[in-house]
């Protein structure tokens, strides 16, 4: 298996094939209007519910930081993080990643920068916190990537990714009926367990905290089409500490090693 494992379907779904080539630049795709929809609607709001918990939990030790949230187009943390008072500053590869940032957020609560994913045009500790959602699974270069987010940093890196641990094992699996159901979604890189926290270890920073989303996988919620029932069976998972061992995406916060 190695450290991590690209999920792609190798099978026609209805006479078409999934996309098997990630994106350049996939922070590009996720500031899209076409990829905010996929999280509509309250099966959707399950999910970003869930992550924006985490992330405040995660950031609770740094209020009113200097955060950099890299390839924040989609707004998913940008708007929680203005929200929270956050001296705000966003990348986006191309500057078209601004447009959902100018429509959801108050004028003059962030900046912008134009830059590439793994060349960040800032000095060395430029931050206190450093932000990066939905980006590793797609990331081609995804350990230049998190290069990148600790020399930026001071005291803290944020970021989310698909680890292969409980029903979450099924992802390979489960691709062709993700794809079947939403259409366009992408082929996504999977981490074994251990693996983040190794790369991380390896450019001197070490795990500080950790906080899970959900136990079941997300196609699994929208096959059900129940967002009650949905929010009950995720709720006594949570209780239960299924959650919180076995839970995807997972968030971890980084420190540099002491």
């Known amino acids: 298996m190695g450290r991590t494992q690209v999920c792609y379907a190798p099978a026609m779904v209805r006479g078409r094939r999934p996309p098997l080539r990630p994106a350049a630049a996939p922070d590009v795709e996720t500031a899209s209007e ?3 929809r996929r999280f509509g609607g309250p099966v959707g709001e399950l ?4 992550q924006t918990t985490a992330l405040r939990e995660l950031l609770a030790p740094f209020p009113g930081a200097s955060v ?3 390839g924040g187009g989609h707004a998913q943390a940008a708007a929680p993080l203005a929200a929270d008072g956050h001296r705000l500053t966003v990348t ?3 500057t078209s990643c601004r447009a959902r940032l100018d429509r959801l957020l108050p004028a003059g609560s962030f900046a912008f920068a134009r830059a590439p994913l793994d060349a960040l045009p800032f000095p060395d500790g430029s931050f206190e916190v450093v932000v990066a959602l939905r980006m590793l699974a797609h990331a081609p270069r995804w350990e230049a990537l998190l290069g990148e987010l600790c020399r930026v940093a001071r005291d803290a890196v944020i970021v989310d990714y698909p680890p292969r641990s409980g029903l979450h094992r099924m992802a390979r699996g489960l691709f ?3 794809w079947a159901i939403e259409r366009d979604t992408r082929r996504y890189r999977t981490f074994a367990p251990g693996a983040m926290e190794g790369a991380f270890a ?12 959900l136990f079941f996988p997300l196609v699994l919620h929208r096959l059900l089409r129940a967002p009650r029932l949905s929010g009950v069976v995720e709720r006594a998972a949570r209780g239960l500490g299924l959650t919180r061992r076995w ?3 997972a968030l971890l916060r980084v420190r540099p090693r002491r």
């Not at 999910?47 to 869930?50: G, K, N, R, T, W």
């Not at 390896?202 to 989303?213: D, I, Y």
């Open 34 to 36: 076409a990829y905010a």
């Open 47 to 50: 999910l970003l519910d869930a």
């Open 176 to 178: 062709v009926l993700k």
């Open 92 to 94: 986006g590869s191309e």
């Open 247 to 249: 839970g995807s995406p």
């Open 202 to 213: 390896a450019l001197g920073w070490e795990l500080a905290a950790e906080r899970r989303e």
């Open 68 to 70: 950099l949230d890299v």
